[in-house]
T-cell receptor, first 115, second 114 residues
Framework: EPEVTQTPSHQVTQMGQEVILRCVPI?????FYWYRQILGQKVEFLVS????????KSEIFDDQFSVERPDGSNFTLKIRSTKLEDSAMYFC?????????????FGPGTRLLVL | KQEVTQIPAALSVPEGENLVLNCSFT??????LQWFRQDPGKGLTSLLL?????REQTSGRLNASLDKSSGRSTLYIAASQPGDSATYLC?????????????FGKGITLSVRP
């Protein structure tokens, strides 16, 4: 069964460093999302992406964050200058789109630790 | 702003028990509601999705109901097993479009004792 994959599974970085989290959505999906979950907290929406542009973003998704679909398969989240409070599990999700196909399928996550 | 609440935060039951997990949301103008399972340190597995026009959905031992007007959903698990131990999250999609964001509850951590 097709699934969303994410790399790396874990990343440790120093405060102020740039990180890029990578995702490969399900191949025929058109809508892509990033969510994050700080330890012990709710899963929070960051950004959605469709047709090579951001569809919606949350207050969390400030100028330090960017997303890109550099080729036909990868979807990346970049954090330019990481802060301690960026430590979280980051989930990528995708959906095929349309009224009956909007189930969002989530990847296994990347655990980011900022020291 | 949509808020999703799941109470209690944790639940422990003996194996074989039928149980109900509750989810409430503040804005009834939702597009759909999705129940997920999360194992420790893992991603989210979609269990059931209920459209706003539906009352319930079933998959195996799982049954999810939706009462949109009262802002409530329940996930019923029949004949619980130790393998059902996980955190169960509910998430709603607001009426902003079929592919808008999900708003999550904090989850209910279920432990099924053998």
């Amino acid at each position: 069964e097709p699934e969303v994959t994410q790399t790396p599974s874990h990343q440790v970085t120093q405060m102020g460093q740039e990180v890029i989290l990578r995702c490969v959505p399900i191949s025929n999906h058109l809508y892509f999302y990033w969510y994050r979950q700080i330890l012990g907290q709710k899963v929070e929406f960051l950004v959605s992406f469709y047709n090579n542009e951001i569809s919606e973003k949350s207050e969390i998704f400030d100028d330090q964050f960017s997303v890109e679909r550099p080729d036909g398969s990868n979807f990346t989240l970049k954090i330019r200058s990481t802060k301690l409070e960026d430590s979280a599990m980051y989930f990528c999700a995708s959906s095929s789109g349309g009224h009956l196909q909007e189930t969002q399928y989530f990847g296994p996550g990347t655990r980011l630790l900022v020291l | 702003k949509q808020e999703v609440t799941q109470i209690p935060a944790a639940l422990s039951v003996p194996e074989g028990e039928n149980l109900v997990l509750n989810c409430s949301f503040t804005d009834s103008a939702i597009y759909n509601l999705q129940w997920f399972r999360q194992d420790p340190g893992k991603g989210l597995t979609s269990l059931l999705l209920i459209q706003s026009s539906q009352r319930e959905q079933t998959s195996g031992r799982l049954n999810a109901s939706l009462d949109k007007s009262s802002g409530r959903s329940t996930l019923y698990i029949a004949a619980s097993q130790p393998g059902d131990s996980a955190t169960y999250l509910c998430a709603v999609k607001d009426w902003a479009g079929a592919n808008s964001k999900l708003t999550f509850g904090k989850g209910i951590t279920l432990s099924v004792r053998p």
